[in-house]
């Protein structure tokens, strides 16, 4: 004869209850079952790692438009202030959900994305206002 299963507690055909094997036979008795351990997901902030991206790319071609002498283009404009709106558009919701988050997920790379963001347009801002002023006065301000 075959060795039977030791008495205690065994999943029911009902999966949400375990019934009482008494080592000869199933009893009436039935519990739930008990909860199972929580699996713990890190935490993420996507939109900080977008306004980083963000700020990065406006970054990125202020600086492009600048050290290649290449001037204020229009187009780089355009790409440069995009690039702004996505950091502060993602960096400012990103702040806010690292504030609620443990322990302040995304917060540095929301203020990065945010810093070089408003960094490039006040960068271009000064660039093109000493364009302006030169233009205008026909003389350099070296």
Not at 31 to 37: C, D, N, R, V
Not at 96 to 106: C, M, N, T
Not at 110 to 125: E, K, T
């Amino acid at each position: 004869m075959s060795q039977l299963p030791p008495p205690g507690w065994y999943p029911d055909a009902d999966t949400r209850y375990q019934r009482w094997w008494d080592g000869q036979r199933w009893t009436e008795s039935l519990q739930a079952l008990p909860p199972s351990t929580p699996v713990l997901v890190a935490q993420s902030n996507g939109l900080a790692t977008a306004s980083l991206v963000g700020g990065i790319a406006a970054a990125a071609v202020a600086a492009l438009a600048i050290i290649t002498a290449i001037g204020i283009d229009p187009l780089l404009v355009l790409f440069m202030v995009s690039g702004t709106i996505v950091s502060l558009a993602t960096g400012i919701p990103a702040l806010v959900r690292a504030s609620r988050l443990q322990p302040h997920v995304g917060k540095v790379r929301a203020v990065w994305g945010i810093a070089l963001g408003v960094g490039a347009v006040a960068v271009v801002a000064a660039v093109v206002t000493i364009s302006l002023v030169t233009a205008h006065d026909g003389s350099s301000l070296t």
